[in-house]
């Protein structure tokens, strides 16, 4: 399927190697997350952790329940404000900024709890991913030309056509005006996704996309992810407790453990950390 008014991002920048993986490209570090340290009080969330992202990897955050895997993904995106530590993204370093300012640099989240509005339909849900994207303001909007086509409608209605362009991507046609909240859990979860694809972020943040996803759902989020990887040139970084989707789908994967990184590599080289198999691999949590 072929999505030509969808803009792809360049999969790699000047100086882009050649991965293992097949004829994919993985580019530069453009996220770099450096001696971040985040407490609640007296309780340490997070104790100086450092790694980085390329372009155009599937980058996995990984860990048992209470990690602070979660708590990364809140300090890269600003929901959570770090005490120590910096973050830069494509060499613009931030402290304190806050989610708004993170989503308009080129950063898009999903979250495991979904925040989706149950009673509007898909279409407008996804439609709330354009709002960074809307440049007509409110006035214009609402003196629309009833003679003909002003600049508010025209914008709208180039939105509304990428939006159907996600929808199609995302397989869910059959479901564009329907409530989402009527939804089965798993395309509700990729209502969510979508969403987050109508902001044309350069990097997705995925809070486990699969959560309670029966095998046939994971099946399917797993090729969107990797399509997006592929075919929008998106840099992914998520959380996922399934190790069976982790290790088919990332090209590299941190691991936390009470809020400190004991393992960096690729999914053999995880896979075979006796520190990870310890705290997580050959543990039951």
Same mark, same amino acid.
């Given at each position: 399927?072929? %999505?030509?008014t969808?803009?792809?991002?360049?999969?790699?920048?000047?100086?882009a190697?050649?991965t293992?993986?097949?004829?994919?490209?993985i580019?530069?570090?453009?996220l770099?997350?450096?001696?971040i340290?985040?407490?609640?009080?007296?309780?340490?969330?997070?104790?100086?952790?450092?790694?980085?992202v390329?372009? %155009?990897e599937v980058?996995?955050?990984?860990? $048992?329940?209470g990690?602070?895997?979660s708590?990364?993904l809140?300090?890269?995106?600003?929901?959570y404000?770090?005490q120590e530590?910096?973050?830069?993204?494509?060499?613009q370093?931030?402290? %304190?900024?806050?989610?708004?300012?993170?989503?308009?640099?080129?950063i898009?989240?999903?979250f495991?709890?979904?925040?989706?509005?149950?009673?509007?339909s898909?279409?407008?849900?996804?439609?709330?991913?354009?709002?960074?994207?809307?440049?007509?303001?409110?006035?214009?909007?609402?003196?629309?030309?009833p003679?003909?086509?002003g600049?508010?409608?025209?914008?709208?209605?180039? %939105?509304?056509?990428?939006?159907?362009h996600?929808?199609?991507?995302?397989e869910?046609?059959?479901?564009?005006?329907? $409530?989402?909240?009527?939804?089965?859990?798993?395309?509700?979860?990729?209502?969510?996704?979508g969403?987050?694809?109508?902001?044309? /972020?350069q990097?997705?943040?995925?809070d486990?996309?699969?959560?309670?996803?029966?095998?046939?759902?994971?099946?399917d989020?797993?090729?969107?992810?990797?399509?997006?990887?592929?075919?929008?040139?998106?840099?992914i970084?998520?959380?996922? /407790?399934d190790?069976?989707v982790?290790?088919?789908i990332?090209?590299?994967v941190?691991v936390?453990?009470?809020?400190?990184?004991?393992?960096?590599?690729?999914p053999?080289?995880?896979?075979?950390?006796?520190?990870?198999?310890?705290?997580?691999?050959?543990?039951?949590?």
């Amino acid at each position: 399927m072929r %999505h030509d008014t969808m803009n792809q991002h360049e999969s790699g920048s000047a100086g882009a190697a050649d991965t293992a993986t097949g004829q994919k490209k993985i580019g530069e570090v453009i996220l770099d997350v450096h001696n971040i340290s985040l407490r609640f009080g007296g309780v340490k969330a997070l104790t100086d952790i450092s790694f980085n992202v390329r372009e %155009h990897e599937v980058r996995a955050i990984i860990g $048992p329940n209470g990690a602070g895997k979660s708590s990364m993904l809140n300090c890269i995106n600003g929901v959570y404000q770090p005490q120590e530590g910096s973050i830069t993204f494509r060499g613009q370093t931030f402290k %304190h900024m806050n989610s708004r300012q993170v989503a308009e640099m080129g950063i898009a989240r999903t979250f495991q709890n979904l925040a989706l509005f149950k009673g509007m339909s898909v279409i407008d849900n996804i439609m709330t991913g354009r709002n960074l994207r809307i440049k007509s303001n409110l006035f214009s909007q609402a003196f629309r030309n009833p003679f003909g086509i002003g600049g508010a409608q025209k914008e709208e209605e180039q %939105h509304r056509e990428f939006v159907e362009h996600i929808i199609d991507f995302l397989e869910i046609q059959a479901y564009r005006k329907t $409530p989402v909240g009527t939804l089965p859990y798993g395309l509700q979860k990729r209502v969510d996704l979508g969403r987050a694809l109508a902001m044309e /972020p350069q990097m997705l943040l995925l809070d486990e996309p699969m959560a309670g996803m029966n095998l046939e759902e994971k099946q399917d989020m797993s090729r969107f992810i990797l399509d997006v990887n592929d075919e929008f040139g998106t840099t992914i970084v998520l959380i996922e /407790p399934d190790m069976g989707v982790v290790m088919d789908i990332s090209d590299r994967v941190v691991v936390l453990d009470y809020g400190k990184k004991i393992g960096d590599g690729t999914p053999d080289e995880v896979r075979n950390n006796e520190e990870v198999i310890k705290a997580y691999l050959g543990t039951s949590h």
